[in-house]
T-cell receptor, first 111, second 117 residues
Framework: NAGVTQTPKFQVLKTGQSMTLQCAQD?????MSWYRQDPGMGLRLIHY???????DQGEVPNGYNVSRSTTEDFPLRLLSAAPSQTSVYFC??????????FGPGTRLTVL | AQKITQTQPGMFVQEKEAVTLDCTYD???????LFWYKQPSSGEMIFLIY??????QNATEGRYSLNFQKARKSANLVISASQLGDSAMYFC??????????????FGSGTRLLVRP
């Protein structure tokens, strides 16, 4: 099992550009989520999904879109990047025992 | 009000000694879960230990134990016999509500632990 994978590991964008952060898991977990971690802070929930076709907003959803067409994939789209979105992004999936498995993270810088 | 409070931004511990990292939480739900994660300098989030609100025994996982005091709303992490590899950032997190209907983890701001040789 690869667990939770994320691509890319690093990305630099200019203000106004759009991009998609990829996330995939091979553990057949229904629940997946996206968090962001700003310097010196804990993680904050952006969006989550409880299964294919079902998504909902978390604590800080503005500027991001998600979709869940398959159980395995949960991409995060930045519509028009802003410097305030400079952060480390973590994707996670959760098993039935309530344990969350995190991906390695994507470090995003918006200039 | 903050849901998860970690009051120790940084801590030192001598190798082989035990250390307690503090975490208090705030919720009105009867059902919730408490988690500790380790984040080394490489950046990944590593699950350490879990305590359910209805669990009567304190959770233990190897050298990690969770000192759960429900009335005080505290969930302190105890690391016994500290090792140099324990130097990392530690986050306390809470899932409010039942496991089958609640999916959001709320994180504290973290405690940076440095183990001295």
């Amino acid at each position: 099992n690869a667990g939770v994978t994320q691509t890319p590991k690093f990305q630099v964008l200019k203000t106004g550009q759009s991009m998609t952060l990829q996330c995939a898991q091979d553990m057949n977990h229904e629940y997946m989520s996206w968090y962001r971690q700003d310097p010196g802070m804990g993680l904050r929930l952006i969006h989550y999904s409880v299964g294919a076709g079902i998504t909902d907003q978390g604590e800080v959803p503005n500027g991001y879109n998600v979709s869940r067409s398959t159980t395995e994939d949960f991409p995060l789209r930045l519509l028009s990047a802003a410097p305030s979105q400079t952060s480390v992004y973590f994707c996670a999936s959760r098993d039935k025992r309530d344990e969350q498995f995190f991906g390695p993270g994507t470090r995003l810088t918006v200039l | 009000a903050q849901k998860i409070t970690q009051t120790q931004p940084g801590m030192f511990v001598q190798e082989k000694e035990a250390v307690t990292l503090d975490c208090t939480y705030d919720t009105s739900d009867q059902s919730y879960g408490l988690f500790w994660y380790k984040q080394p300098s490489s950046g990944e989030m590593i699950f350490l230990i879990y305590q359910g609100s209805y669990d009567e025994q304190n959770a233990t996982e190897g050298r990690y134990s969770l000192n759960f005091q429900k009335a005080r709303k505290s969930a302190n992490l105890v690391i016994s016999a500290s090792q140099l590899g324990d130097s990392a950032m530690y986050f306390c997190a809470m899932r409010e509500g039942r496991m089958d209907s609640s999916y959001k983890l709320i994180f504290g701001s973290g405690t940076r632990l440095l183990v001295r040789p």
